[in-house]
């Protein structure tokens, strides 16, 4: 059996977000990620009533290990584990700073986790009238625990539903959504999300992409991986 073993690293994605106004602290800017894994068949997600992520926009930056000490402290006095990392945000042409929260349990949880992250310390940017579902690219930083299926494939051993390739190259996220594009329309099976990202993994930063989808299948991942190896190399000879 492949061992497990932990990294950190980050990821880049394009998602759909609403700003709350309703359960929430007073004056307060909080987006809820409305439409999670936008690549994978929406209509197996939309029974799914509870926050799968919330973002608390901050007035400032916060310190990677200031937001896990505390998030580890709230848990301690919570009925449930919440699991709060650093991202950040660009909205239209704005670029926030927020906590990325998961494990509330549901919306009414909300202003109760915002009061205890207030209580040690952490000030929110006033609320902004935004209406309707928005487009923003979020980046989020976050620990994972990791088994090698293969070489440059991982399974995700907390988040079962998610595996990553590695890549070997570095690309801004226009040329990844116009390479996901392509191969999306030249795959055997489309119905899977992914996201950019990098793993600071043995000594340096490894390129990855992760992938969303539940039971996929190791032949897929390698499709998958295969494809996008083919498609990168056009752009780097």
């Known amino acids: 059996m492949n061992k497990t073993f932990e990294v950190t690293g980050?990821?880049?994605?394009?998602?759909?977000?609403?700003?709350?106004?309703?359960?929430?602290?007073k004056n307060t800017f909080v987006l809820d990620i409305c439409h999670p894994f936008p690549g994978y068949n929406r209509d197996k997600l939309e029974h799914l009533t509870t926050p799968r992520g919330i973002l608390f926009v901050t007035s400032k930056e916060y310190e990677w290990n200031k937001i896990l000490r505390t998030t580890k402290k709230i848990s301690g006095f919570l009925e449930y584990d919440i699991n709060g990392t650093y991202s950040n945000v660009i909205l239209g042409n704005q670029f926030y700073h927020a906590l990325r929260v998961k494990g509330i349990p549901s919306y009414e949880e909300i202003p109760i986790v915002q009061h205890a992250y207030q209580e040690e310390g952490f000030q929110f940017m006033k609320s902004k009238s935004l209406k309707g579902d928005m487009t923003a690219v979020i980046k989020v930083k976050k620990f994972y625990v990791l088994e090698q299926i293969e070489e440059g494939i991982y399974a995700d051993k907390i988040n079962l539903d998610m595996n990553y390739i590695?890549?070997?190259?570095?690309?801004?996220?226009?040329?990844?959504?116009?390479?996901t594009q392509k191969i999306k329309n030249n795959i055997s099976n489309r119905n899977f999300d992914v996201v950019l990202g990098a793993f600071y993994m043995d000594m340096s930063m490894k390129e990855m992409i992760r992938i969303y989808k539940p039971n996929i299948s190791v032949e897929l991942l390698r499709e998958i991986k295969l494809l996008y190896q083919k498609e990168i190399v056009k752009y780097f000879l």
Request: proline share 0%; glycine share 0%; no cysteine.
């Open 10 to 25: 980050y990821t880049t994605k394009e998602e759909q977000v609403n700003a709350l106004s309703q359960s929430i602290l």
């Open 166 to 179: 590695l890549i070997d190259r570095e690309l801004n996220w226009e040329l990844f959504r116009k390479i």
